[in-house]
């Protein structure tokens, strides 16, 4: 159960340190990894990523998604080794320079995850931003592309929806996989628009899954982890076994 823990990541969403510190103390038994996004990072600085370090020895995602000039996001990545985070995202987006020169300014002291297409976009929105309609007629395809990129300029993994991940995983095995957009159904309920299950997103090959709204929104988000941790569970002997 300790391996299946580490791969569930809960993001701590909330613009209050209080809070954010309760779900902490609260999922902690349950949870391996715990996210720092731009609402909380924003509302609270640097003190927080402290804070929840001195409630869990969980490790600490920091998804600021960043996405600015090199000598602007080398900065932010150094800046964030010194806070001892464990996880930084940087867009892939940003371009090959920039992905490489976030890798060198962590120097192993954080793992880059690079953000490729957010789970909220689909093919109609990449159409109305711009990009070629054949290359994204499966987004997958964009994925691929923007994966490689993370791969040839040394990220340690990515971040991607579960629709995509297979191709990924079997492409690029070594780098390590994050899935948001996980629900307990499958289909747009929300602003996830590429969704998957626990158990789909592990068995395609997800190493980790970000699981927010559903932990957050029931009635017992306890009973909740546990039940996201038994799919887990039954996703990796099924991957095993094929």
């Not at 000598?71 to 806070?83: C, E």
């Not at 931003?129 to 340690?156: I, K, M, Q």
């Not at 932990?215 to 306890?222: C, D």
Request: hydrophobic share 45%; proline share 5%.
């Amino acid at each position: 159960m300790k391996e299946l823990r580490e791969r569930l990541v809960f993001p701590l969403d909330f613009a209050e340190a209080k809070i954010a510190l309760e779900w902490v103390d609260r999922l902690k038994p349950y949870v391996g990894v715990f996210k720092i996004g731009l609402e909380l990072f924003t509302a609270q600085g640097p003190k927080i990523v402290e804070e929840v370090k001195k409630r869990t020895e969980a490790k600490i995602f920091l998804d600021l998604k960043l996405h600015d000039i090199p000598n602007t996001i080398a900065g932010a990545v150094r800046a964030s080794v010194s806070l001892g985070v464990d996880f930084l995202t940087v867009h892939t987006l940003s371009g090959r320079k920039a992905l490489e020169v976030a890798v060198k300014a962590a120097q192993g002291g954080l793992k880059i995850l690079a953000v490729t297409i957010l789970t909220s976009l689909d093919r109609g929105d990449l159409l109305e931003l711009g990009f070629n309609g054949e290359l994204v007629s499966e987004p997958e395809e964009l994925v691929y592309r923007l994966t490689l990129h993370a791969h040839t300029t040394g990220c340690d993994g990515v971040v991607t929806s579960a629709k995509e991940v297979s191709k990924v995983k079997e492409s690029f095995p070594h780098l390590l996989a994050v899935i948001p957009g996980i629900r307990d159904t499958v289909g747009p309920q929300d602003d996830q628009l590429r969704t998957a299950t626990p158990y789909e997103a592990i068995l395609r090959g997800a190493d980790y899954l970000v699981v927010g709204r559903p932990i957050r929104e029931a009635p017992s988000p306890e009973e909740v982890c546990e039940h996201i941790l038994s799919q887990m569970e039954k996703a990796l002997q099924d991957r095993n076994a094929l």
